[in-house]
């Protein structure tokens, strides 16, 4: 199992973070001109803390809408980033598995699709593309739609932790990972609290990672932690709970 950080979008905190760390996630903004970030400076970070490269595709880009216009221009957007991204070394790419409307089932045929060829672009760039699941926010697909549409168009999965947390609490830890975690290739780590705190270090919230332990214990994908902070010590203490709970055995 390799494990890392989110960093953002800053090439800053990517280098006062990364050291000790396997990799780090990059997000990449929405309209982001790629030409302007720093290649070279990127690789330099990473290589001089042994470390590989993930990034995030945009948070606000929905993969599916109900014209086709805009659909071919989804496909095309992701498929120039996912270019970039294969051009400076990224292992995997982090897709939000969100929809104009999540809960118009007519969409749905339509949101296969458009990952399956999204997926395929990344193929073609070394890169792959890992969806994740964002059903507690108001455009992302429900846990169960999108665990079924990735096993039908045959793409790896994003678990986020958190977020399956403040969609559908353990119960929906625990559904999602003993239907699904076949498919996880990417894990994002943190804890949450139902009042709605998410992205706190592990143990600080409610999150029973138990529940991970028993359905993911012996993970061999990657791990990026994904705690909203810079202090160093919080976060190679989360990246150690990490580990003690998908390196081990099951409970």
């Known amino acids: 199992m390799d494990c890392g950080l989110t960093v953002g979008d800053s090439l800053d905190r990517m280098a006062q973070t990364i050291d000790g760390f396997d990799l780090a996630e990059l997000s990449l903004g929405e309209g982001v001109d790629t030409a302007e970030i720093d ?3 990127l690789e330099t970070i990473l290589d001089d803390a042994g470390a590989d490269l ?9 993969v599916v809408t109900p014209v086709p216009e805009i659909n071919e221009a989804i496909l095309d957007y992701q498929t120039r980033l996912l270019e970039w991204a294969g051009s400076v070394g990224a292992r995997k790419a982090v ?3 969100t929809a104009r409307n999540p809960h118009d089932t007519d ?9 399956e060829a999204i997926a395929t672009a990344g193929e073609e760039f070394g890169v792959e593309l890992v969806v994740e699941n964002v059903g507690h926010q108001k455009q992302g697909l429900p846990l169960s739609v999108l665990g079924d549409l990735a096993r039908e168009t045959g793409t790896a999965v994003c678990f986020d932790v958190g977020h399956a947390y403040m969609e559908d609490g353990d119960d929906g830890v625990d559904r999602f990972c003993s239907r699904y975690g076949d498919l996880v290739s990417h894990v994002h780590v943190h804890d949450a609290r139902s009042r709605g705190d998410t ?32 202090d160093l010590t919080l976060l190679r203490d989360t990246a150690d709970r990490a580990r003690a709970c998908l390196e081990g055995e099951p409970s």
């Open 39 to 41: 290649a070279d400076r």
């Open 54 to 62: 993930c990034v995030h595709l945009p948070f606000k880009q929905v």
């Open 95 to 97: 897709l939000h598995g």
């Open 107 to 115: 969409l749905r045929p339509l949101f296969a699709e458009q990952l």
């Open 199 to 230: 992205h706190i270090p592990i143990g600080a919230g409610e999150i029973d990672y138990d529940v991970v332990r028993k359905h993911l214990a012996g993970f061999d994908g990657t791990v990026a932690i994904e705690v909203f902070t810079d």
